[in-house]
Each structure stands twice: as structure tokens, then as C-alpha cells.
């Protein structure tokens, strides 16, 4: 039996929970998968996979072995970029998440850190907070960049790196003529973008969490007109409907060749949410990951963060 491809299915079958979908993602068939996690059972002389006609979970001996295969597969990957770097040039993949509203922010690093690393295969993946906070503990993510406001009640399972602060606007269609690129209105206050039909992202992200409070603290309810976990279907909402959208800056940047639309400062209060990168505490960090860290603290970052913070109206 080979021990590290057994491990490695027994973690894509948990990630996937269906025996086709994890033997598809590992490049083998159904069958050879499950002839492995038989063997592994044998091997421990434990059931790992609770059995019936669907797959049913882990069993308890399961999710400790479940625990170790992951450890196994991240020393492997450690082991690996170790070997195939050198300090001048690492290589390997680097697996970071975003919540929606920074993916722009941890697009442009993974493009910086590409260029000064030719030899690393970044990989940047939106999802919602409470999914970079799972998938950085059981060591799918290596690096993530979110609201570090959430990290206080995570009993320092988490260290951050303070990156900027979120300040958020108002988006509508512009009326009038449409201009060549976004125009940049007025100030508006929270109670008054609260009067409007908005397209919003579901309750599970936390950008919604903070724009509901914004409007509870202005005695406005939260009664979205649409709802979407997508940024890009926010958008293409107010291009093309009747709706407007609460956004941050980052975002509003990335939108500014639109010059049907319209973006208000946000006033009364003035909310600015940290965001920042995190990490889990522990985690020995691999080639890559040492190199994304020398990059935060490069000059060339920081000077690419007060642009992109200049434009974002962070």
C-alpha cells in the first residue's frame, strides 16, 4: 500500500464527501480509491469511513487519522519546496483566500510576488470569512487576507498583519450622460443609503455583517432587494437594474472604468474596517510562504498598498 496516495485520497474524500467526486480530483478511478482506504483501514486495523449507500462520514478513528494525513501532506509539501528551492529563488504552490472585498488587494500581491518569484504558482481563491478561518486550520489555505476584527474571539489561534481600512461607499447609476469613468459624488449619509432598494451579499459574509450594523446604528433595517454572494453579480445588479450597493473602496476601484455608475462616501457614521493578512499560529511556514512574508515587509509593498489604498479610498 502506498501510505502518502492513501492519505492523500482520505483527504480529498473529505473535502468532496462523495467517493466519485474525490476519486475524479485525485485522477483515479472510484474503485482504486476505495480499494486504498480499505487498505488503510487494514493497515490500522480501524473503520476510517462510516459505510453505507452514499458516503456517510468519518468515523471517530477516521478524523484522527484524518488529522495526521493532513499534517502528513503539509510536511510532505514543506519537504518538497525545501528540496526544489533556494533562497534567492523558492518554488512551489501558495494557496491564499480572500474574502470577496479583498480579493483585488490579494490579487495585486499575487501578482507582485509571482514576478519577483517566477518559481511559485500562486493560487487565490474568494470565500467567505468563516471558510479562510476552517480551511487555514485543517492547512488547505497557507495565507489568507480578512477582517482581522473577527480574529479577537478566536483565542489566538490566529496571527494577522495589518494591511489597511475599509471605508465604504454608495453605488448607483449614474443619471445623466454617462461619463468616461466612474464619477466620485457627494457624501451621503448611512440613514439616506438605507432609503434605497439595495443589492446586497447573503447574511454568511461578513462585509453584510458590517453594513447591517452600520444600518441598525441608524435605526435603518436591513431589507436587501437582492441578494448574491458575489461581488461581480453586485455590480452587473446595479449596472443593469433598479438596485444600488453599499461597497468598499477596494472594490469601488476596481469598478472606476464604469462611468455609467456613481460612488458617495458613506458619512454618519464613518466606518473603517481593518483588514490584514492571517495566518495560523504554529504553522511552520514553507518556501513560499517565507517569501510572501519578506514581500509585506518590502518597501515595494508598502508603496503598492498606499496606491492601491489611494485609489480604493481605503
Known amino acids: 500500500m502506498n501510505l502518502l496516495a492513501a492519505m492523500r485520497y482520505l483527504v480529498a474524500l473529505d473535502k468532496h464527501r462523495h467517493f466519485g467526486r474525490a476519486a475524479q480530483a485525485c485522477h483515479i478511478t472510484q474503485p482504486a480509491l ?4 480499505r487498505a ?3 493497515e490500522f486495523g480501524v473503520g476510517i469511513i462510516k459505510r453505507s449507500r452514499i458516503y456517510g462520514g468519518l ?3 477516521g478524523e484522527v487519522v484524518l488529522d495526521t494525513a493532513r499534517r502528513m501532506l503539509r510536511e510532505v509539501e514543506l519537504l518538497t519546496q525545501e528540496l526544489e528551492s533556494t533562497a534567492e529563488s523558492p518554488r512551489g504552490a501558495l494557496r491564499m483566500g480572500a474574502v470577496p472585498t479583498a480579493m483585488p488587494l490579494l490579487t495585486v500581491f499575487a501578482a507582485m510576488l509571482r514576478r519577483l518569484h517566477p518559481g511559485l504558482v500562486p493560487t487565490v481563491l474568494a470565500m467567505s470569512s468563516p471558510d479562510i478561518e476552517a480551511q487555514l486550520e485543517d492547512l488547505s489555505l497557507d495565507l489568507a487576507l480578512g477582517y482581522t476584527e473577527r480574529l479577537a474571539g478566536e483565542g489566538g489561534r490566529f ?12 453605488l448607483r447609476r449614474q443619471s445623466g450622460e454617462a461619463g468616461k469613468t466612474l464619477r466620485y459624488g457627494a457624501p451621503m449619509t448611512w440613514a439616506e443609503a438605507g432609503t434605497y432598494p439595495l443589492c446586497q451579499l447573503t447574511p454568511d459574509m461578513h462585509n453584510r455583517t458590517i453594513i447591517d450594523g452600520a444600518l441598525a446604528s441608524v435605526g435603518m433595517p436591513s431589507a436587501p432587494a437582492l441578494e448574491t ?10 449596472l443593469v437594474g433598479d438596485v444600488c450597493a453599499i461597497l468598499p473602496g477596494d472594490m469601488i476601484a476596481a469598478v472606476r472604468g464604469q462611468g455609467e455608475l456613481e460612488a458617495l462616501p458613506l458619512v454618519e457614521p464613518d466606518i473603517r474596517t481593518p483588514i490584514g493578512f492571517i495566518a495560523l499560529v ?3 511556514p514553507s518556501r513560499a510562504v517565507q517569501a510572501a512574508l519578506r ?9 503598492a498598498l498606499e496606491r492601491h489604498a489611494g485609489e480604493a479610498g481605503f
Do not use: C, I, K
Open 295 to 303: 514581500l509585506m515587509a518590502a518597501p515595494e509593498w508598502g508603496a
Open 282 to 284: 504554529g504553522d511552520r
Open 59 to 61: 468515523t471517530h478513528e
Open 40 to 42: 488503510l483501514e487494514d
Open 229 to 238: 454572494n458575489s461581488l461581480l453579480a453586485v455590480t452587473f445588479a446595479v
Open 159 to 170: 496571527r494577522s498583519w495589518p494591511q489597511a481600512r475599509e471605508r465604504y461607499y454608495f
Open 34 to 37: 476505495s480499494n486504498a482506504l
